[in-house]
């Protein structure tokens, strides 16, 4: 009888055991990531290198497509697959939407109304929507055009006048600048710099912009180690405060002598209908008030130069490289469809596949912002069966994901005619290719640049011919590149050009 109840207790305490350790291992949590071991305090910060987007495409090798460092205090996840970014921009957007803000940005509090590092929310959403709504809408774009016409007829000048005295053209500062000046001419109705001069407040003007995105764009221990964020070691926020404290007081000076001008009598008289009115419109409404205005100032100068002139930049240069086909190739359409030396319309670019494709696949390989504009989560979230801690740092890797050998046939090759009858586009609804992000997040600058790439690189294709400076053949040209707040040439690309006569 001992025996048998002795039996039944132990039958009862086993299926209990099983019961309450099956309810255990079914809730157990999922595994983290993988990723390379940290060392003590400094996490896996020694990974990354000078080139942090090939470094971390290389771990992406071993460690698969969903990676995790500690870099020093924070804890990164890094998306290298079209499939998982798809997953955190797409499916699980709201999660994700969030972003980690660099201490630089904290300088001015930039961060509080910027809409690039806003938190979701209703200050974001009524920035968001302004942009959307009454700055970059195709109505809009399109009343600006004769703006955009007007500056790219100013940069193949400024290219004659460098080819009459045979010269070489720095082509990423000429595109640049003449960025700085359309945008500039779009808001303001007036040139900041002049494309011929290197002095006096155009100087002043270009090279405070510059500045914000090269603090901007540098590694900062203080991210990695917040506890420093009161020495700032490297001065960084320090450099980044002074100079958009400098660009908001000029931003400012614009906005009240453009108030002033609306109280005079002679405002009746004023035709201008650039973005500072429309903002200067709904800042009646209440919608939006000076400070912000000013910080969207700053936002867009920052975003709408460098990104764009980059990219112009590297499909100059992979043109150059490969002269007898591409170069030649995209000359014959632009001769066939616009006419010999002739400065490229926004409408042709349309009837222009050949030049979109060239377009397409240096966003590919030279994706402006490798890792996008970082994310990050507000609480533990699952992704394709791994815990991505609270607050973790979420980077998704565009330059590995236009490199992957599983999506693109010659990933590393130069090749255009792959988007030739291919629906792929930059759009954001293709996660192969996400120069511009994708959701709710999406880059809101992305209308304006589809339209400027092509008309500035097919205009500087066709008005000219182009030889590397220095005699350097085009197999030699130098495609290095550098980490910032872009991925730039390491070495400006300079060439001389000389006049395409016009049929």
Known sequence: MDTILISLFICILLLFTLRFFGRRISKAPQKLPPGPYPLPIIGNVHKLGKLP???????????????????GRVTTIVISSSSAAQEVLQKQDLA??????PDALRGCDHDKYSVTFLSVGSQWRSLRKIMSSSILTAN??????????????ELIGYCKECSQSGEAVDIGRAVFLTLLNLLSNTIFSKDMIDLYQNSGEGKNFRELVWNLMVEGGKPNLVDYFPILKWIDPQGIKRRFTGSCEKLLELFDGLIIERLELKRSENSSENSTTDILDELLTILQTNEIDKTQIQHLFVDLFAAGTDTTSGTVEWAMAEILKNPDAILLKAKAELNEVVGKGKIVKEED??????????????????????????????????????????NSQVLVNAWTIGRDPLIWKNPLSFQPERFLNSEVDVNGHHYELIPFGAGRRKCPGLPLAVRMVPVLLGSLINCFDWKLEGGIAPKELDMEDKFGITVAKLHPLRAVPTLVLPN
Request: hydrophobic share 40%.
């Open 96 to 101: 994700f939407s969030n972003r980690p803000v």
């Open 53 to 71: 987007h090939k470094s971390l495409n290389a771990l992406a090798q071993v460690y698969g497509p969903i990676m995790r460092l500690n870099l």
């Open 349 to 390: 670019i349309s009837r222009l596949p050949y030049l979109q494709c060239i377009v397409k696949e240096t966003a590919r390989l030279h994706p402006p912002a490798p890792f996008l504009i970082p994310r990050q989560v507000q609480e533990e979230v699952h992704l394709c069966g791994y815990i991505i801690p609270k």
């Open 140 to 153: 809009k774009l399109d009343a600006s055009k004769h703006i955009r016409s007007r500056k790219v007829h």
